[in-house]
């Protein structure tokens, strides 16, 4: 489930991940491309390897972050050209190159190279950006090589159900194992992403996983898999997890606020991570302001565990068939502990919710959640 | 035995610190005192308890770093008077803050405030200093309430013989539970610095332990031991982590270095460390490269384990009688795999020691070791 652009997961161990659960990692082969390379790590032995995972893998295409964290990107028919965000020097991603970075890195799931539809974006304009994607998802199908790993293509059309229909007809019928709704979380507002979601998922082949990337708090991933989404990638609990932002069943509460200076008591009292087992909230406030490293490793571990507690409690709602029960139970959880202003809507949203959306979802850190 | 400043061994938990042995780590008076405040732990169960360590614990007296972090210290016969580095607020401490403080605190040794002396000094500067440090030693001793911790002295007199040896004598009379070697490695050369330790520790009783502050590399703990000494405290192995350099068998290894790009081996084969485990040289540069976090991790459970090894193997000379056979065949060690032009005398020194002596040794994160 949870991620880092450079081969870990933030201020955790393998090991740390496993205990609590987790069973899948995302990587960014952006990252990785340019630092320390694919083929030094193909060389080491494969990603699985360096990193010391011995369970699945997901690499994103690259193409994302191409365009996040560089100011100087070509597109053209042919793939894109970019300055290393890094040193300045000039490289190039065509879909074939994507696929064969990451079948070096030698991830389970890889993504196709897509044109991420920016937002907002004429229909015109979106049109032109999905057929690039579905030439490029149809170069990365024919020129891979490894039949070992599950290659996903990614939906585009940005926010037109007729171009979303078509996006998901194509690629369906050139054939992949799974299946991503891209560029959603770029900016529009929440209602109109689940309204693509909604209109999209369904469209999709039942037998594949459907994978929305970029998403989300509980309380959106609750939303997506009522639409029949099956996986999820986002920043949130890592990133938020360093910036002292913790997720409880009553939403959102902020480790620096002085309420928590004197307060014995663990994050959330009954969870069964390792920090809420051995921690209070004071010697967490603590070492936050103090700006200790071991405050975003503790942090980080209370809320990947919340994820996937949550997930797996989504998980056991689809098997006894009661999702729709769960998932009303789960939007009348509390307001925010530490919003009161917050919208009754999503316990875990805003303000930080706002600060994430947008295209910086993806830049640094991803979580992948799989149903 | 090691240590944070801030109630934490910087990126380990208390676990990471159990798996590899370690048994008592050092806190500091000075910034637990400032933040989150000493009442305020005592108030939730004090210090092992607040950071969740059931083992041995120790505090300094907070004297030394109220000097090397503040520019505004006003020294009287009463205590010192400082603003804090944090916010400029107003404090004071003297030797009977001190103790309360540490008392507050509740670890299991606890130190006298004493007066560094500087160096270089005078003689007549050093006596008074000295003089100083024996009444403040006295106040320490008599203000105590708590008979459940040990009290140590601190041997002050600068670089002179005879006001180390009437240091010794004085607190000896006084009566301590243990007796630490202060004012040393503060800018003098390391020749003059085991000078002193020589001439100073067989004075110390025998049935006490001596501990000596601040100090130090491998070769500095091992011709301390065979001068007598039993405790150090010290930021190097951890320190040293956190900058990419890291100890081994051979001297120091600096991780950055381009020949460990593609090394599969792990930073010291045949060593038992997680991180020599399932790690390989080339991950743990491109995790130092990215300014992961994790790299910090890492660093520092191979550094603290190299150091506890390295205690234990003393212990075992000791214990077998053979100790200067140990000590000349560690002395014979390689003369530091990245520095060739490194004195041979110590394998661990140079470039990094010359960074670390001085008033700063102590600054951050301390480490101590038992003997």
Same mark, same amino acid.
């Given at each position: 489930m949870p991620v880092g /652009?450079?081969? /870990?997961?933030?201020?955790? /161990?393998p090991e740390d991940l496993r205990e609590m659960g987790a069973e899948i990692i995302l990587s960014n082969t952006y990252h990785l491309y340019l630092r320390p390379g694919h083929e030094r790590i193909q060389r080491l032995g494969g990603l699985h390897r360096f990193m010391h995972w011995d369970y699945p893998l997901l690499t994103d295409s690259g193409g994302f972050q191409v365009f996040s964290l560089n100011a100087l990107v070509k597109l053209s028919a042919e793939g894109v050209q970019f300055q290393s965000h890094i040193d300045g020097s000039r490289h190039g991603i065509t879909p074939e190159k994507a696929v064969e970075i990451q079948e070096a890195l030698g991830a389970d799931i890889i993504m196709c190279l897509d044109d991420c539809t920016p937002y907002p974006a004429s229909h015109g304009r979106a049109e032109r950006s999905l057929e690039l994607t579905l030439n490029w998802s149809r170069r990365c199908r024919d020129s891979r090589r490894r039949q070992d790993q599950a290659l996903f293509g990614i939906v585009q059309g940005g926010m037109y159900p007729d171009l979303r229909k078509r996006s998901v007809e194509a690629l369906g019928e050139m054939g992949f194992e799974g299946y991503a709704i891209g560029g959603l979380s770029v900016g529009e507002s929440k209602e109109l992403m689940f309204e693509v979601v909604s209109q999209t998922a369904p469209l999709l082949p039942s037998d594949r996983p459907r994978y929305l990337m970029g998403v989300g708090t509980p309380f959106d991933i609750a939303q997506a898999v009522l639409q029949g989404v099956d996986m999820f990638d986002c920043v949130l609990p890592t990133r938020n997890a360093r910036n002292g932002t913790l997720f409880t069943r009553n939403g959102r509460l902020v480790i620096k606020n002085a309420r928590h200076a004197d307060e014995e008591s663990p994050l959330e009292p009954g969870c069964s991570c390792y920090t809420c087992r051995n921690f209070s909230r004071a010697y967490l406030r603590h070492l936050y302001l103090a700006e200790e490293i071991l405050a975003m490793r503790l942090n980080t571990i209370h809320n990947l565990h919340f994820y996937l507690d949550f997930m797996g409690e989504i998980r056991q709602a689809i098997a006894e068939g009661r999702l729709k029960e769960w998932a009303k139970s789960c939007y009348a959880l509390g307001n925010g502990e530490e919003e009161e202003g917050a919208p009754p809507s999503d316990p875990w949203g805003s303000p930080s919710r706002k600060r994430m959306t947008g295209k910086k979802n993806r830049d640094s850190t991803g979580t992948v959640s799989m149903k």
């Amino acid at each position: 489930m949870p991620v880092g /652009t450079q081969a /870990t997961v933030k201020a955790l /161990t393998p090991e740390d991940l496993r205990e609590m659960g987790a069973e899948i990692i995302l990587s960014n082969t952006y990252h990785l491309y340019l630092r320390p390379g694919h083929e030094r790590i193909q060389r080491l032995g494969g990603l699985h390897r360096f990193m010391h995972w011995d369970y699945p893998l997901l690499t994103d295409s690259g193409g994302f972050q191409v365009f996040s964290l560089n100011a100087l990107v070509k597109l053209s028919a042919e793939g894109v050209q970019f300055q290393s965000h890094i040193d300045g020097s000039r490289h190039g991603i065509t879909p074939e190159k994507a696929v064969e970075i990451q079948e070096a890195l030698g991830a389970d799931i890889i993504m196709c190279l897509d044109d991420c539809t920016p937002y907002p974006a004429s229909h015109g304009r979106a049109e032109r950006s999905l057929e690039l994607t579905l030439n490029w998802s149809r170069r990365c199908r024919d020129s891979r090589r490894r039949q070992d790993q599950a290659l996903f293509g990614i939906v585009q059309g940005g926010m037109y159900p007729d171009l979303r229909k078509r996006s998901v007809e194509a690629l369906g019928e050139m054939g992949f194992e799974g299946y991503a709704i891209g560029g959603l979380s770029v900016g529009e507002s929440k209602e109109l992403m689940f309204e693509v979601v909604s209109q999209t998922a369904p469209l999709l082949p039942s037998d594949r996983p459907r994978y929305l990337m970029g998403v989300g708090t509980p309380f959106d991933i609750a939303q997506a898999v009522l639409q029949g989404v099956d996986m999820f990638d986002c920043v949130l609990p890592t990133r938020n997890a360093r910036n002292g932002t913790l997720f409880t069943r009553n939403g959102r509460l902020v480790i620096k606020n002085a309420r928590h200076a004197d307060e014995e008591s663990p994050l959330e009292p009954g969870c069964s991570c390792y920090t809420c087992r051995n921690f209070s909230r004071a010697y967490l406030r603590h070492l936050y302001l103090a700006e200790e490293i071991l405050a975003m490793r503790l942090n980080t571990i209370h809320n990947l565990h919340f994820y996937l507690d949550f997930m797996g409690e989504i998980r056991q709602a689809i098997a006894e068939g009661r999702l729709k029960e769960w998932a009303k139970s789960c939007y009348a959880l509390g307001n925010g502990e530490e919003e009161e202003g917050a919208p009754p809507s999503d316990p875990w949203g805003s303000p930080s919710r706002k600060r994430m959306t947008g295209k910086k979802n993806r830049d640094s850190t991803g979580t992948v959640s799989m149903k």
